[in-house]
């Protein structure tokens, strides 16, 4: 983990309620999962209580569109109900989360232009910041134009990275 992540998580591991955004490029495919997966995490750890979490895009091609049907289907395979609606991302919702996680390079440098102050800009974190040693990639591919694999890929990261966020929070 970078040390900027680090000091950010150590921050957010005092609060009573941590408030988590996670950002793709659509907020249909790999942000609503990562927000479904986590929420998983922190149920079956009994911390609900303990984090808000939400998820958005980029763009805003497809606002009040539930996830993809590939992706809910391959998520619902393993237990995870994927029912958020794609929203856009806003400034106001860097004052609204305590981290804003993103899932590639190209989210990343995006929310950096969206972010109103450094402060703000200094809770951007990629996602691939939790993923185990070891793990071949450095970010979370777009499976959008993928196969089934893309999307299982997809869900491989993110269970792993979800569950390592959690235990960087506690």
């Known amino acids: 983990m970078t040390p900027a992540a680090s000091r950010l998580i150590e921050k957010l591991r005092r609060q009573p309620v941590v408030r988590v955004l996670f950002i793709c490029l659509g907020n249909i495919c790999r942000s609503p999962a990562a927000e479904g997966v986590f929420r998983a995490v922190v149920e079956s750890r009994g911390l609900e209580h303990a984090f808000e979490i939400d998820s958005a895009g980029i763009g805003d091609w497809h606002i009040g569109d539930l996830p993809d049907p590939r992706m809910r289907r391959h998520a619902a395979a393993r237990g995870y109900g994927l029912t958020h609606h794609a929203r856009q991302v806003k400034p ?26 450094p402060d703000d800009e200094a809770k951007i974190v990629m996602m691939s910041e939790f993923f185990s040693p070891g793990t071949h990639s450095t970010y979370v591919p777009d ?15 993110l269970e792993d990275s979800c569950s390592r966020l959690c235990d960087a929070l506690q």
């Open 143 to 157: 499976p959008y134009y993928e196969g089934a694999e893309g999307f299982e890929l997809v869900l491989d990261l």
């Open 92 to 117: 106001y919702d860097f004052e609204r989360f305590d981290i804003v996680i993103a899932m590639d390079d190209n989210n990343r440098s995006d929310l950096r232009r969206l972010a109103p102050t």
